[in-house]
């Protein structure tokens, strides 16, 4: 069963623009994390926030967690070629019994 | 800096016939996972491992798939007889201990079953 849902399922900007995009959760969770794949290649890590934490922020990546809405958003700033790839968010939910769950992903396409 | 290693990256088979995947994890990563995606999705777990043990195989389809991690390190992934749905990237991944933390991935094996 599914429990993240990202939302866009795909985001075409422009180059220098910011990206935004939303994952949505149903049941509480002990921490969420956040994941870019390139095309054909394995996931790498970007983010993990944990459930007593409201905002994390990496480099250009910066990700939000409310846990009243059961819902996070990862924002990358000035947006480059390189951030072309699909984001995943995976939540690490109370009663998993210590399966991650993933979405289907964002893609998210960068213009030059 | 320390990665996951599979091999091969790239299988294809014919139905029928039986096919395996090897993972090496991060030295000192206590969970490994084995993951099936498929183009467009998000990942779904197959089998997680804390050391030698196997914590989750409820998406195994333990007819035709198995797995092992017999000394708590590397890990082997066997599809035997394959079919024509399993064609899809097979990922592994690992932690240090669990998924209070970050999962570190391999590049994967994408398998092509005909």
């Known amino acids: 069963s599914q429990q993240g849902e990202e939302d866009p399922q795909a985001l075409s900007i422009q180059e220098g623009e910011n990206a935004t995009m939303n994952c949505s959760y149903k049941?509480?969770?002990?921490?969420l994390q956040w994941y870019r794949q390139n095309s054909g290649r394995g996931l790498v890590h970007l983010i993990l926030?944990?459930?007593n934490e409201r905002e994390k922020h990496s480099g250009r990546l910066r990700v939000t967690l409310d846990t009243s809405k059961k819902s996070s958003s990862l924002l990358i700033t000035a947006s480059r070629a390189a951030d072309t790839a699909s984001y995943f968010c995976?939540?690490?939910?109370?009663?998993?019994?210590?399966?991650?769950?993933w979405g289907a992903g964002t893609k998210l396409i960068i213009k030059p | 800096e320390a990665e996951v290693a599979q091999s091969p990256r790239y299988k294809i088979t014919e139905k029928s016939q039986a096919v395996a995947f090897w993972c090496d994890p991060i030295?000192?990563?206590?969970?490994l996972y084995w993951y099936r995606q498929i183009l467009g999705q998000g990942p779904e777990l197959l089998v997680q491992?804390?050391?030698?043990?196997?914590?989750?195989d409820s998406q195994l389809p333990k007819d035709r798939f198995s797995a092992e991690r017999l000394k708590g390190v590397d890990s082997t992934l066997k599809i035997q007889p394959a079919e024509l749905g399993d064609s899809a990237m097979y990922l592994c991944?690992?932690?240090?201990?669990?998924?209070?933390?970050?999962?570190?991935f391999g590049p994967g094996t994408r398998l092509t079953v005909t």
């Open positions: 991944a690992s932690s240090l201990a669990g998924n209070r933390y970050e999962q570190y």
């Open positions: 030295s000192g990563h206590a969970t």
């Open positions: 491992f804390q050391d030698e043990s196997v914590v989750d």
């Open positions: 049941t509480s969770i002990n921490n």
């Open positions: 926030i944990r459930s």
């Open positions: 995976a939540t690490d939910a109370m009663d998993s019994n210590y399966q991650l769950i």
